[in-house]
């Protein structure tokens, strides 16, 4: 199943949450693979389980079945190898909740870095220029909006230059300005780093911007696009 | 950039305070309860140990307990026999007689003295006003010729009233007491004070330090608080003269030629220190409950405040975040929160002893270093220890979850 080419790989997916009668199957022997430097969209109906499957592509939860690898090599349960996956090789971009709300824009950064015995460096301050989010460094998430706060949180994604940034719906908050302005950087990393990307989007004009763009519906990756 | 668990700690200032105040009533009472105890004590002590004095007489088997004795101990013919058989070593020879009469709304301890052994008893000390009880032992005088002068002993009891006692023309009723407890009782010289029945005229007041706080002619004490024998004082000082010897090899001289306890002045304050041994485990066991409370309380704010940021603990951990990481935050959390708790619980032990000594100057406490030094050991453990269970919960968040909740 490893496959040099494929940085992600998933076969057979399940997940579900709760039990009894009230349990619901989110994810139903879902497959996909994601090439190496590939910019990814996934689109899909609310609720059809998108975040999930970015939890369980990014190992913030465990599948309850299937097979997954991950920067070639396969995951298992293992706490260890789960913690240091994701700490060298993702970045995120949660759909909400993205800041500690005690720490400035700024520093929500840096602790990301310190958290993987990293330093703030040049980078960093070109994110925040490039996200047009460099006059809020200095402020707490209270004091921004929903898109200033998103686009803080994709600066922290890509801050310690993952190889893989998993982004749930970026520009959910975002004008048509800012969404170009990030789409623009998205496409940039991934043309210039190599940078594998996988995008959670409603937007058919976000969706857009990817090399390729799949379908989810009942648990599974339906088609392929482009 | 700011440390989170400072940034934590600012944000939510009140509950931080709180907490930290719990902290610092719990190291302010370690402080304080052990600085009154071992401040009261050492008092006790320092003033003993003033005593122009080598060696303590008591009764045979009173040794150890001497700081807890008062009352009619050895006959006052042994100051004669002492005197005789170490002549050569022995300078004077000083009796008392020790009895606690209440004054301040407090158990006094008393030394009733002969006016003349003042010196060797305080070094010379001048009082600081007024004069010496029965000054020129003209009462005492007058005391012991009625009673050894009466028919049958009892007798002199029913013949001497209060009355007697108090007439200005042999006053026997007269005390000194020191500075501290004329501040606390607001007693001036030539006050009448009211005290084991009898009214009391205060003659002079004597410098802070010396032996006891109150003293009264020691006849009086004898016949008043020993049933009419005037034969009898409490123990005697004895002070050697210079290049007598050593002090052990004369003690142990007198005590086989004697059959008394012999004990040097120098011995007083562990005698002391060990006969109130049992409030020292009761101070210790009220610090160490108090540290406990102090901090569980610090744990239950962790523990909450660590299942109110499951979101962002889970934030931290899905940006490589190791459980290490997420220990330390809490970890110092904790230490930061008893940090501030120590820095307000020792300002707080300096508040609450000027307090103390403010309304009650009779109590002395004292804030040693090393108690000090103790208090932020005790901390630092309490620190380390309350947070662990709450850090171990932190590592254990369920990110999904988290992250997921509305
Ligand atoms: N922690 C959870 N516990 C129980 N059910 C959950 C949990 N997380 C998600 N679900 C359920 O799983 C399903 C998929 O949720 P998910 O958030 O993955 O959908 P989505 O495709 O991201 O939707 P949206 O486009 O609205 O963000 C939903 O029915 C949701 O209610
Ligand atoms: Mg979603």
Same mark, same amino acid.
């Given at each position: 199943?490893?496959?040099?080419?494929?940085?992600? &790989?998933?076969?057979?997916?399940?997940?579900?949450?709760?039990?009894?009668?009230?349990?619901?199957?989110?994810?139903?022997?879902?497959?996909? &693979?994601?090439?190496?430097?590939?910019?990814?969209?996934?689109?899909?109906?609310?609720?059809?389980?998108?975040? &999930?499957?970015?939890?369980?592509?990014?190992?913030?939860?465990?599948?309850?079945?299937?097979?997954?690898?991950?920067?070639?090599?396969?995951?298992?349960?293992?706490?260890?190898?789960?913690?240091?996956?994701?700490?060298?090789?993702?970045?995120?971009?949660?759909?909400?909740? $993205?800041?500690?709300?005690?720490?400035?824009?700024?520093?929500?950064?840096?602790?990301?870095?310190?958290?993987?015995?990293?330093?703030?460096?040049?980078?960093?301050?070109?994110?925040?220029?490039?996200?047009?989010?460099?006059?809020?460094?200095?402020?707490?998430?209270?004091?921004?909006?929903?898109?200033?706060?998103?686009?803080?949180?994709?600066?922290?994604?890509?801050?310690?230059?993952?190889?893989?940034?998993?982004?749930?719906?970026?520009?959910? $908050?975002?004008?048509?300005?800012?969404?170009?302005?990030?789409?623009?950087?998205?496409?940039?990393?991934?043309?210039?780093?190599?940078?594998?990307?996988?995008?959670?989007?409603?937007?058919?004009?976000?969706?857009?911007?990817?090399?390729?763009?799949?379908?989810?519906?009942?648990?599974?990756?339906?088609?392929?696009?482009? | 950039?700011?440390?989170?668990?400072?940034?934590?700690?600012?944000?939510?200032?009140?509950?931080?305070?709180?907490?930290?105040?719990?902290?610092?009533?719990?190291?302010?009472?370690?402080?304080?309860?052990?600085?009154?105890?071992?401040?009261?004590?050492?008092?006790?002590?320092?003033?003993?140990?003033?005593?122009?004095?080598?060696?303590?007489?008591?009764?045979?088997? %009173?040794?150890?307990?001497?700081?807890?004795?008062?009352?009619?101990?050895?006959?006052?013919?042994?100051?004669?026999?002492?005197?005789?058989?170490?002549?050569?070593?022995?300078?004077?020879?000083?009796?008392?007689?020790?009895?606690?009469?209440?004054?301040?709304?407090?158990?006094?301890?008393?030394?009733?003295?002969?006016?003349?052994?003042?010196?060797?008893?305080?070094?010379?000390?001048?009082?600081?006003?007024?004069?010496?009880?029965?000054?020129?032992?003209?009462?005492?005088?007058?005391?012991?010729?009625?009673?050894?002068?009466?028919?049958?002993?009892?007798?002199?009891?029913?013949?001497?009233?209060?009355?007697?006692?108090?007439?200005?023309?042999?006053?026997?009723?007269?005390?000194?007491?020191?500075?501290?407890?004329?501040?606390?009782?607001?007693?001036?010289?030539?006050?009448?004070?009211?005290? /084991?029945?009898?009214?009391?005229?205060?003659?002079?007041?004597?410098?802070?330090?010396?032996?006891?706080?109150?003293?009264?002619?020691?006849?009086?004490?004898?016949?008043?608080?020993?049933?009419?024998?005037?034969?009898?004082?409490?123990?005697?000082?004895?002070?050697?003269?210079?290049?007598?010897?050593?002090?052990?090899?004369?003690?142990?001289?007198?005590?086989?030629?004697?059959?008394?306890?012999?004990?040097?002045?120098?011995?007083?304050?562990?005698?002391?220190?060990?006969?109130?041994?049992?409030?020292?485990?009761?101070?210790?066991?009220?610090?160490?409950?108090?540290?406990?409370?102090?901090?569980?309380?610090?744990?239950?704010?962790?523990?909450?405040?660590?299942?109110?940021?499951?979101?962002?603990?889970?934030?931290?951990?899905?940006?490589?975040?190791?459980?290490?990481?997420?220990?330390?935050?809490?970890?110092?959390?904790?230490?930061?929160?008893?940090?501030?708790?120590?820095?307000?619980?020792?300002?707080?032990?300096?508040?609450? /002893? %000027?307090?103390?000594?403010?309304?009650?100057?009779?109590?002395?406490?004292?804030?040693?270093?090393?108690?000090?030094?103790?208090?932020?050991?005790?901390?630092?453990?309490?620190?380390?220890?309350?947070?662990?269970?709450?850090?171990?919960?932190?590592?254990?968040?369920?990110?999904?979850?988290?992250?997921?909740?509305?």
């Amino acid at each position: 199943m490893i496959d040099a080419d494929h940085i992600l &790989t998933a076969r057979g997916l399940d997940k579900s949450f709760g039990r009894g009668p009230g349990r619901v199957d989110v994810l139903r022997g879902l497959d996909v &693979t994601v090439r190496r430097g590939e910019f990814l969209a996934v689109m899909g109906p609310s609720g059809c389980g998108k975040s &999930t499957l970015l939890h369980v592509l990014g190992l913030i939860t465990p599948a309850d079945g299937g097979e997954l690898a991950v920067d070639g090599q396969a995951v298992g349960m293992g706490a260890a190898q789960r913690h240091a996956l994701r700490r060298d090789v993702f970045g995120f971009v949660f759909q909400r909740f $993205n800041l500690l709300g005690v720490l400035t824009a700024a520093d929500n950064v840096a602790i990301s870095l310190r958290a993987r015995g990293l330093r703030a460096d040049g980078r960093v301050d070109e994110l925040f220029e490039a996200m047009g989010v460099a006059d809020v460094a200095r402020r707490k998430p209270s004091q921004m909006s929903m898109g200033q706060q998103q686009r803080v949180a994709v600066v922290r994604a890509l801050a310690h230059r993952p190889k893989i940034v998993l982004a749930d719906e970026p520009t959910g $908050n975002l004008d048509s300005a800012n969404s170009n302005a990030l789409l623009d950087l998205f496409r940039r990393i991934n043309r210039d780093h190599q940078q594998t990307i996988v995008m959670i989007t409603h937007s058919a004009e976000a969706a857009a911007a990817a090399d390729r763009v799949v379908h989810m519906k009942d648990g599974r990756i339906l088609e392929t696009s482009r | 950039m700011m440390y989170l668990p400072l940034a934590n700690i600012l944000h939510h200032k009140l509950r931080s305070f709180l907490a930290a105040m719990g902290i610092g009533i719990g190291i302010c009472m370690l402080i304080t309860l052990t600085g009154l105890a071992r401040g009261s004590l050492n008092e006790v002590a320092d003033r003993w140990e003033s005593v122009n004095a080598d060696l303590i007489v008591l009764p045979s088997g %009173w040794g150890e307990q001497v700081s807890t004795k008062s009352g009619s101990g050895l006959s006052d013919g042994f100051a004669g026999v002492i005197a005789r058989k170490f002549a050569d070593q022995v300078e004077s020879i000083v009796p008392v007689f020790l009895w606690r009469i209440s004054l301040a709304g407090q158990d006094q301890m008393t030394a009733g003295i002969d006016a003349a052994d003042w010196a060797t008893l305080t070094g010379d000390r001048p009082l600081t006003a007024g004069r010496m009880c029965d000054p020129d032992g003209r009462a005492s005088q007058w005391l012991a010729g009625k009673i050894l002068s009466a028919p049958a002993e009892g007798e002199q009891i029913l013949d001497l009233s209060a009355a007697d006692l108090g007439h200005p023309d042999h006053n026997c009723l007269e005390l000194v007491i020191d500075e501290r407890l004329a501040k606390a009782g607001g007693y001036r010289v030539g006050q009448i004070v009211r005290a /084991a029945n009898h009214d009391w005229r205060i003659v002079g007041i004597a410098p802070e330090g010396v032996i006891t706080r109150v003293f009264m002619p020691r006849r009086t004490a004898q016949f008043l608080f020993a049933s009419g024998d005037v034969s009898r004082s409490t123990l005697m000082f004895v002070k050697l003269k210079p290049g007598a010897g050593d002090l052990g090899v004369i003690a142990r001289r007198m005590r086989d030629q004697t059959k008394l306890d012999v004990l040097a002045v120098a011995e007083y304050r562990g005698m002391l220190t060990r006969s109130f041994g049992i409030m020292f485990v009761y101070v210790n066991m009220v610090n160490v409950v108090a540290l406990i409370i102090a901090f569980l309380f610090i744990m239950v704010i962790l523990y909450t405040m660590v299942l109110q940021r499951t979101r962002d603990i889970a934030i931290l951990k899905a940006n490589g975040a190791s459980n290490g990481f997420l220990i330390r935050q809490v970890v110092a959390e904790s230490i930061l929160l008893t940090a501030m708790g120590v820095g307000l619980g020792i300002a707080l032990s300096f508040l609450s /002893a %000027w307090i103390i000594q403010a309304y009650r100057p009779l109590l002395t406490v004292v804030i040693e270093p090393e108690r000090i030094g103790w208090a932020v050991a005790a901390a630092g453990v309490g620190a380390l220890a309350s947070s662990l269970y709450p850090a171990w919960r932190a590592t254990r968040v369920d990110m999904a979850a988290a992250l997921s909740l509305e």
